[in-house]
T-cell receptor, first 114, second 112 residues
């Protein structure tokens, strides 16, 4: 069966520091991969999605970036964090159209920028 | 692009009563409609989904109905229990790239 792992689970970072969140998927090939952000008590904001290695689409302008160095690995980065970057970050994956459009979320990473 | 709206934004029901959460979508090409439940501090998890070739789907106490003509779909929870308290997200997708558009979420509170 497919599983998705995301880390770290929580982190507290000072303003201006770098960020790296990592996500890996197991049990499937060529998944679509996503990064979402959820501010406290708010909805799900799609940040990036990827349909293949090196293929990244950005949904909103921001100081975050994403990379997909391997088929099942998705990384969210920032060179300099802002206070407004605080939130709950969720990695997710979905299969091909033939296997359905269902998105499955990782357990999330709580980021607090201080 | 697709726009998904949820109504109401909060809903409070008495334990044992039914709850209905409605979503509307804008893109008539959308053909996949999942519902996610997010408990406090946890990830959203799929609870039920429906495709455009089906009008209704049921799984124990939860059901989803789809009205393609009116472009809305609804989540029905019967015999609500306190553990049903959570944020519920609806979503819609037109298919090929699997990118879902989510509604803003509804907070359901079940009063014991």
């Amino acid at each position: 069966s497919q599983t998705i792992h995301q880390w770290p689970a929580t982190l507290v970072q000072p303003v201006g520091s770098p960020l790296s969140l990592e996500c890996t998927v197991e049990g499937t090939s060529n998944p679509n991969l996503y990064w979402y952000r959820q501010a406290a008590g708010r909805g799900l904001q799609l940040l990036f999605y990827s349909v293949g290695i090196g293929q990244i689409s950005s949904e909103v302008p921001q100081n975050l970036s994403a990379s997909r160095p391997q088929d099942r690995q998705f990384i969210l980065s920032s060179k300099k964090l802002l206070l407004s970057d605080s939130g709950f970050y969720l990695c997710a994956w979905s299969g091909t159209v033939l296997s359905g459009n269902t998105i499955y979320f990782g357990e999330g990473s709580w980021l607090t920028v201080v | 692009g697709e726009n998904v709206e949820q109504h109401p934004s909060t809903l409070s029901v008495q334990e044992g009563d039914s709850a209905v959460i409605k979503c509307t979508y804008s893109d008539s090409a959308s053909n996949y409609f999942p519902w996610y439940k997010q408990e406090l501090g946890k990830r959203p998890q799929l609870i039920i989904d429906i495709r455009s070739n089906v009008g209704e789907k049921k799984d124990q106490r939860i059901a989803v109905t789809l009205n393609k003509t009116a472009k809305h779909f609804s989540l029905h929870i019967t015999e609500t229990q306190p553990e049903d308290s959570a944020v519920y997200f609806c979503a819609a997708s037109t298919g090929a790239n699997s990118k879902l558009t989510f509604g803003k979420g509804i907070t359901l509170s079940v009063r014991p």
